[in-house]
């Protein structure tokens, strides 16, 4: 005879805890709340998650590539329910950007422990290593790797100063050729799900509490390098200067040109640097990485070849030598329909209002999406603020959000 179970219920102050306790966790002398995967504080945070999950009486272990995976057993269906999100931020960064995910999911085991329910399934929590792009200008490092495709070129990526990711990952204790070989077996995952906030400002303006992620945009992302020659600001002629710095600006907004032509469309440019980076000398040398973003495949294809052709157009101009190096590209990511249905049930069964949307943002549900059925929920952004330090989900929200996890964990352990 199994042992009796009371409800299951998710308790808010639990999530409040955590997330101040991470929001503790910040590199001292940065803007917001600034925690980057290859900076030391993420590495205390991911420790603090890895004992919160022993805590809460799981399996825990620390992957090759930095992944912090806890195991709840279940009775022995010898099949998994697995949940996370992540814990790193970008720079200047907000307190609830992957981190209600994190702490989401635990308190979706306290809440099962605390109540003496036992799944059927085993029920996995990742906090994935490194979600926001690096300063080598990639993401979903730990994501990547546990799905196999993290790759040799992949750690061969280099800033400025030809320091590499493999020696980043290294200085924080991931080494890079356990990452490289972190490919997990996730042939026992019957569904991952990733709960998470909007980051934009649909769910607010619709009314809605719940975000039901239809699908993931693409992402194409590139790193421009521009080659003029360094002169005398004051005494060489406008006609003569190869300024790559003019360059590299005209590219800047060739981005957010050919991006402003579709409705659910983006381009940004960031990280822009000019050498020598002196107000009287024309610059030399410029750099910059940039994104496009998009639903569709073929319109980021496009848009890569277009902006390929514009930076040479400002190069030629000028006579200053272009290089566009693309990324491998992203492809839009589909949520399995099936958990989409489940996941709609359990929230209309709550009686919770909800609306079905793109997510814009990058995820690691969308890395996860290609090796196992994924779905994702998201709880509303104040403002649709997010990577800033204005980004805010009332607690009610974040409550209401992982009541609707608990309760897709109980329907998927049945389903
Ligand atoms: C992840 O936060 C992204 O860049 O969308
Ligand atoms: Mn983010
Ligand atoms: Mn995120
Ligand atoms: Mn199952």
């Known amino acids: ?224 390098l521009f080659s003029g020659r360094a002169d005398h600001a004051g005494t060489t002629p406008m006609d003569v200067r190869r300024d790559a710095g003019c360059a590299a600006a005209g590219t800047v907004l060739a981005v957010e040109r050919i991006a402003g032509e579709g409705a659910l469309t983006k381009g940004t440019s960031g990280a822009v640097t000019f050498t020598p980076a002196a107000v009287n000398v024309v610059t030399a040398t410029a750099e910059f990485r940039g994104e496009f973003r998009g639903p569709e495949a073929e319109w980021l294809r496009h848009a890569q070849d277009r902006l390929t052709a514009a930076a040479q157009e400002e190069g030629e101009r000028r006579q200053v030598g272009v290089d566009v190096e693309w990324l491998p590209l992203q492809e839009p990511a589909p949520m399995a329909p099936g958990v989409l249905g489940t996941l709609t049930g359990v929230v209309d069964a709550l009686g919770l209002s909800a609306s079905r949307l793109f997510s814009g943002a990058e995820h690691d549900a969308a890395v996860l999406a290609r090796s196992v059925p994924t779905g994702m929920l998201f709880v509303p952004s104040r403002d649709g603020r997010s990577h800033c330090p204005e980004e805010w989900t009332d607690l009610d929200d974040i409550a209401a959000g992982v009541t609707a996890l608990l309760h897709s964990v109980l329907a998927l352990d049945e389903g």
Do not use: K
Request: glycine share 14%; with cysteine.
């Open 1 to 224: 005879m199994s042992r009796p179970f009371t409800q299951p219920t998710v308790v808010a102050d639990r999530l409040d805890a955590g997330l101040r306790a991470l929001a503790g966790l910040v590199e001292p002398g940065r803007p917001g709340w600034t925690r980057t995967a290859l900076g030391e504080v993420d590495r205390d945070a991911r420790e603090l998650v890895r004992r919160w999950m022993a805590d809460a009486g799981m399996e825990t272990r620390v992957d090759g590539a930095g992944n912090v995976v806890g195991r709840l057993r279940g009775t022995g269906s010898g099949r998994t329910i697995m949940l996370g999100s992540h814990t790193d931020t970008v720079v200047g960064g907000g307190r609830f950007d992957g981190t209600v995910g994190v702490v989401g999911a635990l308190e979706v085991v306290r809440a099962l422990r605390e109540s003496g329910r036992r799944l059927e399934h085993d029920l996995v929590v990742v906090d994935f290593f490194d979600e926001e792009p690096n300063e080598f200008g990639l993401s979903c490092v730990g994501s990547r790797a546990m799905v196999g495709e993290l790759t040799r070129e992949h750690l061969e990526m280099h800033d400025e100063e030809g320091r590499t990711l493999a020696d980043a990952l290294a200085r924080v204790g991931v080494d890079p050729g356990a990452a490289l070989t972190a490919r997990a077996d996730l042939s026992d995952v019957d569904v991952f799900v990733e709960l998470h906030i909007e980051q934009g400002p649909y769910l607010e303006q619709q009314g809605a509490s719940i975000g039901l992620v239809e699908s993931i945009t693409g992402i194409s992302r590139f790193r421009a």
